[in-house]
């Protein structure tokens, strides 16, 4: 039995769903999803959850990380509860909690503070890279205690990324432990593994799972199916592909940056079809694609899966856009004739240091979510095959 609490709904919406109060429970909104399923009724299920006050319902909520916020729901909700604001907030509300040392949930319930830490790292490490420039170049120093030894430099970056990765490791176990019944099934599996009794290696159906998430991250499966405005959005506008671009600009630059590092001293006017070179360009491109159509119609505010987003979205996508503008404009900077060194640096550092602010902030921004989104579908995908399985050989 659980006991009302109000104050879980009333924490739920410091991380957006300001108008799901005037939910009646009516059900349209589940019965219209696309995505929802007999096991996992959302948003309508979820959202009488969180009014009762069920924290660990919410938070164990398989429905959190299938919904795409396609926003079917909240068009034909008849108390416009916007149900589908409601589960974007649900899923920042799970992330938040699976970061173990809260940061993230200071980040997103204070917008104030998330601009301020953000500008300030983002800031520190410009004027940071900058002095190393300068003091590399030409031995000045511009501001003395950026004079660090680069020792100390490379022990604390790998100090500060190990921080991000164990967060993000401790998060998946902890979405892991959410999704709950791992006892149960490990005891069902033990009874069902009886001699002549036919059950499948636990491989098989970790194999099965994982195809199941690779065709999730490559072909967008379940995000496709959630493309309900089949007729009414051409086709390089749909969220899908939008958000595909971004994720994987995102990947392609990292993957550019890593390959640029690897291969030591590469030089800097290298041939366009240069790999880390090509990569660059290719996938800054579809970073600086997505991001610019995801901003626009966040502005324009028309579609209803563009419309309630909270300054946590808003920091993420404008730092994107910038950081493939700036990418973009610093790669054609290479290729002129003349370029100044001094604006040459500038522009270097106006590039990085939001690159590695949002590299460094991997695990306490929305970008966790992505993580968290793939492990949690993969996890309950895994449980629910074996649990299905032994409780039906
Ligand atoms: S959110 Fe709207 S559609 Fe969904 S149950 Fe509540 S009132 Fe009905
Ligand atoms: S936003 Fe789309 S996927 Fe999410 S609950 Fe609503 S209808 Fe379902």
Same mark, same amino acid.
């Given at each position: 039995?659980?006991?009302?609490?109000?104050?879980?709904?009333?924490?739920?919406?410091?991380?957006?769903?300001?108008?799901?109060?005037?939910?009646?429970?009516?059900?349209?909104?589940?019965?219209?999803?696309?995505?929802?399923?007999?096991?996992?009724?959302?948003?309508?299920?979820?959202?009488?959850?969180?009014?009762? #006050?069920?924290?660990?319902?919410?938070?164990?909520?398989?429905?959190?990380?299938?919904?795409?916020?396609?926003?079917?729901?909240?068009?034909?909700?008849?108390?416009?509860?916007?149900?589908?604001?409601?589960?974007?907030?649900?899923?920042?509300?799970? /992330?938040?909690?699976?970061?173990?040392?809260?940061?993230?949930?200071?980040?997103?319930?204070?917008?104030?503070?998330?601009?301020?830490?953000?500008?300030?790292?983002?800031?520190?490490?410009?004027?940071?890279?900058?002095?190393?420039?300068?003091?590399?170049? /030409? #031995?000045?120093?511009?501001?003395?205690?950026?004079?660090?030894?680069?020792?100390?430099?490379?022990?604390?970056?790998?100090?500060?990324?190990?921080?991000?990765?164990?967060?993000?490791?401790?998060?998946?176990?902890?979405? /892991?432990?959410?999704?709950?019944?791992?006892?149960?099934?490990?005891?069902?599996?033990?009874?069902?593994?009886?001699?002549?009794?036919?059950?499948?290696?636990? #491989?098989?159906?970790?194999?099965?799972?994982?195809?199941?998430?690779?065709?999730?991250?490559?072909?967008?499966?379940?995000?496709?199916?959630?493309?309900?405005?089949?007729?009414?959005?051409?086709?390089?506008?749909?969220?899908?592909?939008?958000?595909?671009?971004?994720?994987?600009?995102?990947?392609?630059?990292?993957?550019?940056?890593?390959?640029?590092?690897?291969?030591?001293?590469?030089?800097?006017?290298?041939?366009?079809?240069?790999?880390?070179?090509?990569?660059?360009?290719?996938? #800054?491109?579809?970073?600086?694609?997505?991001?610019?159509?995801?901003?626009?119609?966040?502005?324009?505010?028309?579609?209803?899966?563009?419309?309630?987003?909270?300054?946590?979205?808003?920091?993420?996508?404008?730092?994107?856009?910038?950081?493939?503008?700036?990418?973009?404009?610093?790669?054609?900077?290479?290729?002129?004739?003349?370029?100044?060194?001094?604006?040459?640096?500038?522009?270097?550092?106006?590039?990085?240091?939001?690159?590695?602010?949002?590299?460094?902030?991997?695990?306490?921004?929305?970008?966790?979510?992505?993580?968290?989104?793939?492990?949690?579908?993969?996890?309950?995908?895994?449980?629910?095959?074996?649990?299905?399985?032994?409780?039906?050989?």
């Amino acid at each position: 039995m659980v006991k009302v609490n109000s104050d879980l709904i009333k924490d739920i919406k410091k991380y957006g769903a300001f108008d799901v109060s005037k939910c009646f429970n009516c059900g349209n909104c589940t019965a219209v999803c696309p995505l929802a399923k007999a096991d996992s009724p959302f948003p309508r299920h979820l959202i009488r959850r969180a009014h009762l #006050g069920d924290k660990q319902a919410v938070l164990n909520a398989k429905g959190t990380w299938l919904c795409y916020y396609c926003g079917e729901c909240s068009k034909t909700c008849p108390r416009e509860a916007k149900p589908a604001a409601f589960m974007a907030a649900a899923r920042r509300y799970a /992330t938040a909690h699976a970061d173990v040392t809260g940061i993230t949930k200071l980040l997103y319930k204070f917008p104030v503070l998330n601009f301020l830490v953000m500008s300030a790292v983002a800031v520190l490490f410009g004027l940071f890279m900058y002095a190393q420039r300068l003091h590399v170049r /030409t #031995g000045e120093k511009l501001i003395e205690v950026f004079n660090i030894p680069f020792e100390y430099i490379h022990w604390f970056g790998i100090g500060v990324m190990s921080v991000a990765v164990v967060t993000l490791l401790a998060g998946m176990v902890i979405i /892991t432990l959410r999704a709950g019944e791992i006892q149960n099934i490990l005891k069902l599996y033990k009874e069902a593994k009886r001699p002549g009794r036919n059950v499948m290696f636990a #491989g098989e159906f970790i194999k099965t799972a994982f195809m199941s998430i690779m065709r999730e991250m490559f072909a967008f499966k379940r995000f496709r199916d959630c493309d309900t405005d089949k007729n009414e959005i051409v086709w390089y506008l749909k969220p899908w592909l939008v958000h595909s671009a971004i994720a994987w600009g995102f990947v392609g630059l990292f993957l550019s940056t890593a390959l640029n590092f690897l291969i030591k001293d590469p030089a800097i006017r290298v041939a366009l079809w240069y790999p880390p070179r090509f990569i660059g360009i290719l996938s #800054g491109v579809m970073l600086l694609y997505g991001t610019s159509v995801v901003i626009l119609k966040r502005i324009a505010a028309k579609e209803i899966n563009y419309k309630d987003s909270v300054f946590a979205d808003w920091w993420l996508i404008l730092t994107l856009w910038f950081i493939g503008l700036s990418g973009f404009v610093m790669t054609m900077l290479v290729y002129l004739p003349e370029v100044d060194r001094n604006t040459a640096d500038l522009l270097f550092v106006i590039h990085v240091a939001p690159a590695m602010l949002v590299v460094v902030m991997i695990a306490f921004t929305k970008l966790a979510h992505v993580f968290y989104r793939m492990h949690a579908l993969f996890v309950y995908e895994l449980m629910g095959n074996l649990k299905s399985h032994i409780t039906n050989p």
